[in-house]
């Protein structure tokens, strides 16, 4: 099973937004709504901060929202704060053979 | 608050089989509504997911293709935690490891992790 393909870097200035995409197949981000965001600072593990494409767990701020299209699946951050600088990988369930899969990441930095 | 926390060693030789453990509070690994998991992250694979264990009417385990020949992810519900064994390793199988729940949102989105685990495996 491929790792699902993110763009390896994504930047904005505070305030604005970013949008990162997470391409797979028809077999994974297209099949299924069981698609995950995880923000990932340095040295720390990663935070859920979006579950079934778009829905936020507790906690998480509102700047942050998901949606899909076809087999790709895409990360907003609106409002851009510094503390927003991270890595940030999609994930999504592939069935009952592959499982989980998870993306190649994106480092977002705030200019 | 459920909180994970990893042990086991940083350094195992190529052959040998890489053990770790994952300790639980806040919640019980006989829990019948979460899964335990194990994720490995290595900056030539990234992050990966290699395996589960869930207790339902029975213990279930489900495993990555990836490692399916070598992994094993046990229960210990006498000390609430969980292990993974992964054997014969090789280079390729250092990485930071993780112990991760899900279950809370859905059985896909892994909302507790643990503190992680280097894992080197060289002679």
């Known amino acids: 099973q491929s790792a699902l393909t993110q763009p390896p870097s994504a930047s904005g200035s505070p305030g604005q937004s970013v949008t990162i995409s997470c391409t797979g197949t028809?077999?994974?981000?297209?099949?299924?709504?069981?698609v995950a965001w995880y923000q990932q600072h340095p040295g720390k593990a990663p935070k859920l901060m979006i579950y079934?494409?778009?829905r936020r767990p507790s906690g998480v701020p509102d700047r942050f929202s998901g949606s899909k299209s076809g087999n790709t699946a895409s990360l907003t951050v609106s409002g851009l704060q510094a503390e927003d600088e991270a890595d940030y990988y999609c994930?999504?369930?592939?069935?009952?053979?592959?499982?989980?899969?998870f993306g190649t990441g994106t480092k977002v930095t705030v200019l | 608050q459920v909180q994970l926390r990893q042990s086991g060693p940083g350094l195992v030789k190529p052959s040998q089989t890489l053990s770790l453990t994952c300790a639980i509070s806040?919640?019980?690994?006989?829990?019948?509504?979460?899964?335990w998991n194990w994720i490995r992250q290595s900056p030539s694979r990234g992050l990966e997911w290699l395996g589960r264990?869930?207790?339902?009417?029975?213990?279930?385990?489900d495993y990555a293709v990836s490692v399916k020949s070598r992994i094993t992810i046990n229960p210990d519900t006498s000390k609430n935690q969980f292990s993974l064994q992964l054997d014969s390793v090789t280079p390729e199988d250092t990485a930071v490891y993780y112990c991760?729940?899900?279950?809370?949102?859905?059985?896909?989105?892994?909302?507790?992790w643990g503190q992680g685990t280097m894992v080197t495996v060289s002679s």
């Open positions: 991760a729940t899900s279950g809370n949102y859905n059985y896909w989105a892994f909302d507790i």
């Open positions: 994930s999504s369930y592939a069935g009952s053979n592959n499982f989980d899969v």
């Open positions: 028809s077999s994974d981000v297209g099949r299924y709504n069981y």
């Open positions: 806040g919640d019980s690994v006989s829990s019948s509504s979460v899964t």
């Open positions: 264990t869930y207790l339902r009417s029975k213990w279930y385990n």
């Open positions: 079934e494409v778009s």
